[in-house]
């Protein structure tokens, strides 16, 4: 019958050590008033025993609790995974957060509060008041929310506002929005595409606002128009096919289509089938997200990839060392990057509207 191993415990290695459990605390927590030679017995009773220290043991040194905390958007995460949509910006945040946290010794834990909820700050407050958090990830739109920024910078529980580049407490990174629109733009316009549309997110997510600036300056950029080619949605698919309708109703000459999310991509690049166009040869697409669906589309989407996981990883290490510099003026960004695939093309000879005129 084989033996069950015994779970080596911080009062095992004091044991061995010969010393008190808070001793072999501030050894483990790197932590002051401990003489060399005492921590060099403590480290070598940790060897011998193979011991790992847990998360309680981390923090009976008082100064810190090891977690770093997520909050994401309670109402859409919920959504997309009962609808299992094939989004992965969860799970995009729990690599990068997840990996940099265990390089450091920390864990990382993930919160779901509604941003819209009236009881926020006691939602949050009791998760806070439960976990005592080293550091806050705060995502879109939770970032943006002054009843949350407001309540942890009272507390003064650091914390890191992912895509909000406004002022105020917090680390601000962004992932790179308005350079990305103005990068997809600006490929669209070197394929010969003169009327290339934008299907943008909802206003309260600055990052919305973001992609229009760097769409429209990139059309400015290349002498082009802006008028007519602009819808909104909500990132879901059906705003997205909503957009698609009213954007080639009013430009049945347009031979391209940003859209702000996969979902509303998927929904544009339904909405040609339906109408007749062929992706890429009568209409191209641009996607943002890059999510893993888009890669098993027919055609394949191209996509502007989102840095997630670098980001969260970003904002994981300026919490753990506690840069506070960084709270102040600095916005940390990530730049994305553009990844080509089957949707986009060079630009029709002729616009689907003309070729509809000569037949």
Known sequence: MARVRKTVTIRDVAEEAGVSLQ?????????????????????????????????????????RSYIIL???????????????RGTDWVDQM????????????????????????????????????????????????????????????????????????????????TMGDEGAAHLATTRLAGLGHRKIAMIAGPSQYSLSGWRIAG?????????????????????????????????LDRNPDCTAIIASSDQMALAALEVARARGLDVPRDLSLISFDNT???????????????????????????LIARDENADQDTVIEVAAALVERASTARAPQQTPAALARTV
């Open 215 to 247: 769409w429209r300056r990139a059309l400015a950029d290349a002498g082009l128009s802006a008028d007519g080619l602009l819808e909104t949605g909500d990132f879901g698919y059906d705003s997205g096919v909503r957009a698609g309708h009213a954007l």
């Open 23 to 63: 001793t072999v605390s501030r050894v483990v927590n790197d932590g002051p008033n401990v003489r060399p030679q005492v921590r060099d017995k403590v480290r070598a009773a940790i060897a011998k025993l193979g011991y790992v220290p847990s998360l309680a043991a981390q923090r009976m040194s008082g100064s």
């Open 94 to 173: 729990l690599l990068g957060g997840f990996l940099t946290c265990s390089q450091h010794g920390y864990r990382m834990m993930v919160e779901l509060v509604d941003t819209h909820s009236d009881h926020v700050e006691r939602e949050l407050g009791a998760a806070l008041s439960a976990l005592q958090p080293d550091g806050v990830i705060l995502t879109p739109p939770h970032s943006e929310n002054a009843l949350i920024t407001a309540l942890l910078a009272e507390r003064g529980i650091p914390f890191a506002r992912i895509g909000s580049d406004a002022p105020g407490p917090g680390i601000a990174l």
């Open 70 to 84: 997520a909050i994401n958007d309670r109402e859409r995460t919920l959504a997309d995974w009962r609808d299992r």
């Open 292 to 318: 893993p669906i888009v890669r098993f589309t027919q055609p394949p989407l191209t996509a502007i990839d989102q840095p997630i996981a670098e980001t969260v990883s970003r904002a994981v290490e300026h």
